[in-house]
């Protein structure tokens, strides 16, 4: 049964990147959640993948739904031209504030930051915290060797199979938003090995 996505968090990057073809991502992802009614929820940010990809959504008549942190917004980092942008104290509360506000996740191309941010929400979704899906947007391969890790993971049993399944991996929006929106909770306990020592 397909799911009602009102709104969908974006975790990605405050630099645009070397190769243009992850502007190119982010400017399709924002047109993308704007034709369809979505609401854009993400960082607050102007700059980098992040101000493209919430200026893509406004230029297409989106809305925009922004969080930052007061500490980033005085870095004259927030954009200022957003639906809404929500100003927190603390990255604790800007993180929390955008999983209450989203339906669904998706990762585009980034660094510590942007990886932080979606794992947080991947592995509350494995323990059952929320029941959102979570996407990987991988943008010209960048996140193979990230995929590669999951593999050997499930193979040394740090991760269950179910669990590597369970992210929802495209290489472009359309097909991510799409998959957004059939996904189906998996309920598996977390723990391969509860019973040994």
Same mark, same amino acid.
């Given at each position: #049964?397909p799911?009602?996505?009102?709104?969908?968090?974006?975790?990605?990057?405050?630099? %645009?990147?070397?190769? @243009?073809?992850?502007? /190119?991502?982010a400017?399709?992802?924002?047109?993308?959640?704007?034709?369809? /009614?979505?609401?854009?929820?993400?960082?607050g940010?102007?700059?980098g993948l +992040?101000g493209?990809?919430a200026n893509?959504?406004?230029?297409?008549?989106?809305?925009?739904?922004?969080?930052?942190?007061?500490?980033?917004?005085? !870095?004259?980092?927030?954009?200022?031209?957003?639906?809404?942008?929500q100003?927190?104290?603390? +990255?604790h509360? %800007? !993180?929390?504030? #955008?999983?209450? =506000?989203?339906?669904?996740?998706? #990762?585009?191309?980034?660094?510590?930051?942007?990886?932080d941010?979606?794992? =947080?929400?991947?592995? *509350?979704?494995q323990?059952?915290?929320h029941?959102?899906?979570?996407?990987?947007?991988?943008?010209?391969?960048?996140f193979?060797?990230?995929? =590669?890790?999951?593999?050997?993971?499930?193979?040394?049993?740090?991760? %269950?199979?179910e669990?590597?399944?369970?992210?929802?991996?495209e290489?472009?929006? =359309?097909?991510m938003?799409?998959?957004?929106?059939? *996904?189906?909770? +998996?309920?598996?306990?977390? *723990?391969?090995? %509860?019973?040994? @020592?």
């Amino acid at each position: #049964m397909p799911r009602n996505l009102s709104s969908v968090g974006v975790y990605c990057a405050s630099s %645009r990147g070397v190769d @243009p073809c992850f502007a /190119d991502a982010a400017e399709s992802l924002g047109r993308l959640l704007a034709r369809r /009614d979505i609401r854009l929820v993400y960082g607050g940010g102007r700059v980098g993948l +992040m101000g493209v990809l919430a200026n893509a959504a406004l230029a297409d008549g989106g809305v925009v739904h922004g969080v930052i942190t007061q500490a980033l917004k005085d !870095k004259e980092v927030a954009h200022l031209g957003l639906t809404t942008l929500q100003v927190v104290t603390t +990255m604790h509360e %800007r !993180k929390a504030a #955008m999983v209450d =506000e989203s339906d669904a996740f998706v #990762m585009l191309p980034g660094g510590f930051g942007t990886l932080d941010e979606f794992f =947080e929400v991947l592995t *509350w979704s494995q323990l059952g915290i929320h029941v959102k899906p979570c996407g990987i947007l991988n943008v010209s391969g960048f996140f193979n060797p990230l995929l =590669e890790l999951f593999e050997l993971a499930t193979r040394q049993r740090f991760l %269950r199979a179910e669990h590597r399944d369970m992210v929802v991996i495209e290489a472009d929006p =359309e097909s991510m938003i799409d998959r957004l929106g059939s *996904w189906a909770p +998996m309920i598996v306990d977390k *723990w391969l090995d %509860r019973d040994q @020592p």
